[in-house]
Nanobody
């Protein structure tokens, strides 16, 4: 299984970015996907997760109302639309899949077995 993120970049506070995560390889037994981020000197933290249909999503409180996770299963791609970006959103953003849970969503990084290489998002003030 391979996950490849794209869409990161350098933006100003208040701007928007859309990250993409393209998945290839075998089908996940649990199709839930997630986005996490890691800022310098900090632990990797949960951002958002989505179920197969897209009908159930969870967000970290810090991004709720600003970020939207979505997916296009025909393209095997998950997206993270990020609006009203803040300097504290600066981090490497990782896509995660292949949840070890038999069903349902999770906010725990350790529950995901497959990870992308990450894409840098930098928000200047």
């Amino acid at each position: 299984v391979q996950l490849v993120e794209s869409g990161g970049g350098l933006v100003q506070a208040g701007d928007s970015l859309r990250l993409s995560c393209a998945a290839s390889g075998r089908t996940f037994s649990n199709p839930a996907m997630g986005w996490f981020r890691q800022a310098p000197g900090k632990e990797r933290e949960f951002v958002a997760t989505i179920n197969w249909s897209g009908g159930i999503t969870y967000y970290a409180d810090s991004v709720k109302g600003r970020f939207t996770i979505s997916r296009d299963n025909a393209k095997n791609t998950v997206y993270l639309q990020m609006n009203s970006l803040k300097p504290e959103d600066t981090a490497v953003y990782y896509c995660a899949g292949d949840s070890r849970r038999s069903y349902g969503l999770t906010r725990q990084a350790g529950d995901f077995a497959s990870w992308g290489q990450g894409t840098q998002v930098t928000v200047s003030s």
